[in-house]
DNA sequence: AGGGGTTAGGTCAATTCCGGTCCTAGGTGT
DNA sequence: ACACCTAGGACCGGAATTGACCTAACCCCT
């Protein structure tokens, strides 16, 4: 039924809105009776999403599950999202810059107009007040963002060193973030070979490519591009490490201008990371959850055997 | 069936991760016939999402509508909206703290806990690095919101002018932001008044109260809270205008630190803002999107003028 | 310790809806 | 012109939904 999806998507939303409701209270809200409330509550259930209930006064309430539940935002809050999710793009050095763009992609796909006219002059406040040196246009990011996603063709001016333009027409393949920067990995089809692009020099045309079957990139030249954006990215030191956990798994918690992973053997790998401080780098490694070792750089071994003295000297007796 | 709720989340899943799809591979990620999908793609568009097809080559795709649809994040995107709403929230002029705050009480009441882990040490990352001045504590913030939302008592150690340190019940009213700093207003039980708490200064305790029934805050009250705060605010510029529209649509519009509003009659009210610039205190008078009048200060009358030439200028002959 | 209010869940009957299998029409791009 | 895709009508057997009623268990407050 129509009717009941509806309703249980009603429900979610009002469960979202307020912590708790009595079952009286959501029946007369869906227009329902309490028998069916309380088929709906275990529908939800079923479907993975924790509805606690404690019975005596005002009783159910959504809790934290093993999955993330479908999130019902009303307008301002959407609003928030987006240009939240813009500043946390447009970057930094903590990792989330392309979960960001593509959650943004996801959401402006189907934000109502009147919205996204509002997120646009939020950003346009906040932008001159935060950024320190070149952002990147949210705008051409999303828009570059989705098109790799949907593997659409893109065509734009392109600046290049000496200030000369140039209009490229490429099949986008993958965008990757270092520091403040933006880059785009896509095959240049005019040229005939892939190409990487700054983002900051690139000026969108209308109308771009069409649909293109995503071809394979060279493993190795991507590989070879990672080490290259490691060695020529501002990272102060860089360190390698193994890393007690399937290559597959450690690549893709890491963005691939931090990272360069190579498989040891089944179960191991090795990491080789560039990062601007230590304990930045340490918890690059930390955050990964598993056993591992460090080989480079020498400080960063002085530094654990600090920290672990400073760990144990917090111990109470 | 529950089946056939299910199965629309994750048909609205699939339209939002990938721009495109064809009703057969649709078909084949749910198991069903592609007449059941077509049937499905129609129940969607009956909820109010549109869906727009076109026949030929690969064909449904998920637009903007006028109501948005449910977001289904995957855990990377979460954390990212989470980590970019706790830095919107953070703080700045631009006045979406509190339906930043909104939104992530909504997020965090259903984060899974392997994920809440990872939003806590991100943060942790960025903090030092983009934070200027004494910044709020997000978990706090996020903790004082949700029982403002649902009415839940708090019980916290503040810190008052000189130091000295008490212990406080209190029923949580509403959160106001200004600047970089929120304050917390509420309905202090042991003084039996309404008091302004520096959420800097609170140190929250466990267990904390019970569930209330909210009293009406003194109209006055809150209002003169709104004056102090503007007046007291390191606002460097102060508006006056009339503006055409019924003071509960504009007041619904503005942060209660930001702006006072006073009905005129049905249609009109008067508008009392602080800005930092006269373009900000422009742009918030005209993202209200109706006709206004500006009565003080003079330089934003000057300003306005300015603003009109250059922009008659700006038109092609 | 007791009572009121609330969640939980079983059962039953009537209604309604769902999914698959046909079918044809109409549009797009090659 | 042809292949491929979306759109939608008709039909049918099986299955789910809903509301009503009743009982059990639980929590909080007095």
């Known amino acids: 039924m129509l009717e009941t999806s509806a309703r249980l998507l009603r429900l979610l939303s009002l469960l979202q809105t307020h912590r708790e409701w009595s079952g009286a209270e959501l029946a007369q ?19 993975g999403y924790p509805v606690h209930a404690t019975a005596g006064v005002s009783g159910y309430r959504l809790g934290a599950g093993s999955t993330l539940p479908p999130l019902l935002l009303d307008d301002d809050e959407a609003v928030a999202v987006a240009v939240g999710l813009r500043t946390a793009a ?39 007040l935060t950024a320190a040196g070149p952002t990147v246009d949210p705008e051409l990011l999303t828009a570059v963002a989705a098109a790799c996603r949907d593997h659409e063709g893109l065509r734009f001016d392109y600046q290049s060193h000496d200030g000369s333009e140039t209009t490229r027409l490429v099949e986008p393949h993958r ?23 700054r983002l900051d020099r690139v000026r969108l045309r209308t109308p771009g490519g069409r649909r293109f079957v995503p071809r394979d990139p060279p ?27 399937p290559a597959a798994e450690v690549g893709a918690r890491f963005p691939p201008a931090v990272a360069l992973v190579e498989p040891l053997d089944e179960g191991s790998c090795t990491l080789v990371s560039g990062a601007n401080s230590l304990d930045e ?25 600090v920290l672990i003295g400073r760990l144990t000297a917090a111990l109470p007796d």
């Open 175 to 197: 965008l990757v973030s270092s520091g403040r920067r933006w880059y785009l990995i896509a095959f240049d089809t005019t040229r005939d070979d892939w190409r990487t692009f």
């Open 219 to 245: 493993e190795t030249d991507l590989a070879g591009y990672t080490t290259r954006m490691i060695s020529s990215a501002p990272y102060r030191y860089r360190g390698r490490f193994t890393v007690h956990a």
């Open 281 to 305: 780098m340490l918890f690059y490694v930390m955050s990964l959850g598993v056993p591992f070792e460090v080989h480079e750089p020498g400080e960063l071994v002085d530094h654990i055997r």
């Open 29 to 47: 809200r869906l227009g329902v009776t309490g028998r069916t409330v309380r088929r709906d509550v275990d529908r939800l259930r079923e479907l």
């Open 90 to 128: 447009g970057g930094g050095v903590t990792g989330i810059e392309e979960s960001s763009v593509r959650a943004l992609v996801k959401l402006e796909q189907v934000l109502p107009a009147r919205l996204r006219a509002r997120v646009g002059t939020l950003q346009s406040m906040t932008v001159p």
